[in-house]
């Protein structure tokens, strides 16, 4: 995969992209010169208008390859530095067969619109991009035909790039039996992504999220300005006032509320993939984190009723905008999204990133005021190797951050060490608090040594394969997260932390209660009962 990948990474032309074809999809193209293989047209062959055909540097066809190829293959290189849709709209206009032909038809070769692919070169310089395009039949509410890419650059990341080589491999290679019907749908269901659809890139969600985010603040601000103390959302701040923060204002609950809502959302989106509701049952979105859970829950419960009656201060989740973020997380495209998260730099850490950028978008004061600024990796994982090295050099403990060493097995193999008076002598000697947490980012950095440590040493045992994922569950569970504690003040950085972490565990503990027992002790936060309006403090609430 990591060679399709540099290939990939250095096609930028039509003739490089021809012989990828041919070395790794096993197309039957038998010249190594692309003039040979093509077809030329120009842009009055296809009746395009003075501005349009302005955009188009050439146009070729494929020849066909073998005497069966259902497929009419299109190569148009583009000026623009973005791919110019109109253009190329008009071209499929111009090679689809009408279904009722006119006497003044061109000559043309035409194809039905399914059968149809487009690859097309466009962008400057380095980052110059090829597409695979192809139009879809449109939905129900929609009158023009939907285009759907398969795209790289040299800029995007190993991840998005061993996708699309997966996707060409699997879908696009030449077929053995080139049995037409079977050979569309094959080649068909390689376009998955909408270009520019609602949201596609972790740019254009943190945007569009941070916009919806406002909204409902906006709007939960105008509710408390209005509404009896006997209102929903009244009743819900007094209720937050009296179990977490006493002196929170309207504006700050709208803020938190607001935020809350639209990260939970989106944690729950990314870790569970699968569930794309577009809508909200009474119970909500089944988070697997248990604070998060309890507190949507009751965010979500001041809009569960579907219609205002009369008389009553009820709201609905319309009026609140919730529904705009479930309708938005529904329709995006995550794999896309998450794929795109460290495109312009891989190393940095994208989730971080993100939620700087929503901020950004969603209130410039309260990141300053926040202090929310990313501390690069390297310097954090500085801090947490140094703190490792020292654990084994210094303590004798062969795990390092992911040693379970007890204290008093610590005292009886290190002389002259004394146990503090208030310490549990039967507690791991190894615990690690970051007071003022903010996204994670010590976090998931100290959970990337513990796996390393867990598993070199699990190889120096003889374990392989699954038994090296086992063994790190298994410490995880027991060791690691049990002893791993943080604070933070802010709802949407509590959240962006909690899908951080999850992200970078096992998958298996990401999908079972199971998981959100383990992970209860690992961010000690207030947590609020709301049937009983008691706060409720310590390490093991979440």
């Not at 290189?77 to 009722?100: C, D, G, H, Y």
């Not at 935020?259 to 569970?272: F, V």
């Not at 490792?388 to 097995?409: C, S, Y």
């Amino acid at each position: 995969m990591a060679g399709q990948r540099e290939r990939l990474r250095k096609i930028q032309t039509f003739p490089s992209l021809v012989k990828y074809l041919r070395d790794e999809l096993d197309w039957p193209v038998s010249s190594d010169d692309f003039g040979d293989l093509t077809f030329d047209y120009t842009s009055e062959e296809l009746g395009l208008d003075a501005r349009n055909a302005a955009k188009i540097e050439e146009i070729k066809r494929l020849r066909p390859l073998t005497a069966n190829q259902p497929w009419g293959i299109f190569f148009v290189k583009f000026e623009p530095k973005s791919l110019p849709v109109v253009a190329l709209r008009r071209i499929l206009n111009s090679v689809v067969t009408k279904k009722r032909a006119s006497s003044n038809a061109s000559d043309l070769a035409s194809w039905e619109m399914t059968n149809l692919m487009f690859i097309s070169s466009y962008g400057e310089g380095s980052s110059r991009q090829i597409s695979f395009a192809h139009f879809a039949e449109a939905d129900e509410n929609k009158k023009l035909p939907e285009l759907r890419v398969l795209g790289w650059d040299s800029l995007d990341t190993p991840l998005h790039l061993d996708h699309v080589a997966g996707v060409l491999s699997e879908r696009l290679v030449w077929p053995d039996d080139e049995d037409p019907d079977s050979w569309l749908e094959q080649w068909g269901s390689a376009f998955t992504s909408r270009h520019r659809e609602v949201v596609a890139t972790s740019q254009k969600l943190a945007i569009e999220l941070a916009r919806l985010a406002r909204s409902i603040r906006d709007r939960i601000r105008t509710i408390l300005e209005v509404e009896t103390e006997n209102g929903p959302v009244s009743k819900l701040l007094a209720t937050f006032r009296e179990a977490m923060l006493d002196d929170i204002s309207t504006e700050e609950f709208a803020d938190t509320y607001a935020q809350t809502i639209a990260y939970g959302l989106l944690s729950e989106r990314i870790t569970n993939p699968e569930h794309q509701t577009a809508s909200l049952s009474e119970t909500g979105v089944p988070f697997t984190n248990p604070f998060l859970k309890e507190l949507l829950g009751a965010f979500f419960a001041v809009g569960t009723s579907n219609q205002r009656t009369n008389g009553s201060d009820q709201l609905n989740f319309d009026e609140l905008g919730v529904y705009d973020i479930v309708e938005l997380l529904a329709s995006a495209n995550m794999e896309a999204v998450v794929r795109d998260f460290g495109d312009q730099n891989p190393s940095e850490d994208p989730v971080v990133h993100f939620y700087e950028l929503f901020l950004e978008e969603y209130d410039p004061g309260q990141r300053i005021e926040l202090g929310v600024y990313y501390t690069p990796r390297p310097v954090v994982s500085y801090i947490v190797r140094s703190v490792d090295e020292i654990l084994k050099r210094d303590f004798l403990l062969p795990l390092g951050v992911a040693d379970p060493t007890t204290w008093t097995q610590l005292a009886n193999r290190i002389d002259g060490f004394e146990i503090p008076e208030d310490i549990d002598p039967d507690r791991p000697y190894v615990s690690m608090l970051d007071p003022a947490t903010g996204t994670g980012t010590f976090l998931v950095e100290w959970l990337t040594v513990a796996e390393r440590n867990v598993k070199e040493n699990a190889k120096r045992q003889g374990l392989s394969g699954r038994e090296l994922d086992t063994a790190w569950v298994e410490a995880l569970t027991q060791t690691v997260l049990p002893n791993m504690a943080a604070f933070e003040i802010t709802m949407a950085s509590y959240a962006v932390a909690h899908l951080k972490v999850s992200l970078s565990l096992p998958a298996e503990l990401r999908s079972t209660e199971t998981a959100a027992g383990d992970l209860k002790d690992f961010i000690a936060e207030v947590k609020v009962d709301l049937d009983k309006r008691q706060p409720k403090c310590g390490s093991d609430n979440l």
